[in-house]
């Protein structure tokens, strides 16, 4: 295996959900890269069938935050996810995925939340979104506010070894 292969998969093992930021911004240019992998991240025939509301609005992301998506209310940069309907569910996941990854690469912490109770049809309202569209993903992105990862407790879950989880041939 390349050395580059190597470094390629310890970058996707390393990839951590992150719910602890700082109040520093996520740049312009950043953000324009993590929404530009975004653009290129794969879909069933590539039917993009997204669309994503960037919000940088602290009264926005409180409201994000109290309708259950807690991490949003604390990150630099929420990104809603607009999809038409579940049927778009593996490619809205997929995305979410991808924009974790970019941001990651950008040295930011990100992680993958949902909208709960009456906070999709809310958010959809606050925002303009039409009614027929699905409202429930958001990914949230800032500084990794390490301190504050740190102090908070550890309920380590241990990876299962391959041999649990990976079947051969049949289950």
């Not at 039917?47 to 259950?68: C, I, M, Y």
């Not at 992105?141 to 550890?154: L, N, Q």
Request: glycine share 6%.
């Amino acid at each position: 295996m390349s050395q580059a292969t190597d470094e390629q998969l310890r970058f996707l093992r390393q990839l951590r959900a992150v719910k602890e930021y700082t109040s520093e911004p996520v740049s312009d240019q950043a953000l324009a890269d993590i929404l530009e992998v975004g653009r290129w991240s794969a879909s069933g025939s590539n039917r993009q069938p997204w669309d994503v509301v960037v919000v940088r609005d602290p009264a926005v992301k409180q409201k994000f935050g109290e309708w259950g998506a807690r991490p949003a209310a604390t990150a630099a940069v929420v990104l809603l996810l607009v999809t038409p309907g579940p049927s778009s569910a593996f490619d809205e996941g997929r995305l979410a995925e991808r924009l974790c990854l970019a941001a990651a690469a950008h040295g930011l912490g990100s992680t993958v939340a949902t909208l709960k109770n009456e906070g999709p049809e809310s958010a959809k309202q606050l925002l303009g979104i039409p009614a027929d569209r699905r409202v429930i993903t958001l990914v949230a992105i800032g500084h990794t506010d390490v301190a504050a990862r740190r102090a908070r407790p550890k309920n380590a879950q241990p990876r299962k070894p391959l041999a649990e989880f990976v079947h051969r041939d049949r289950f």
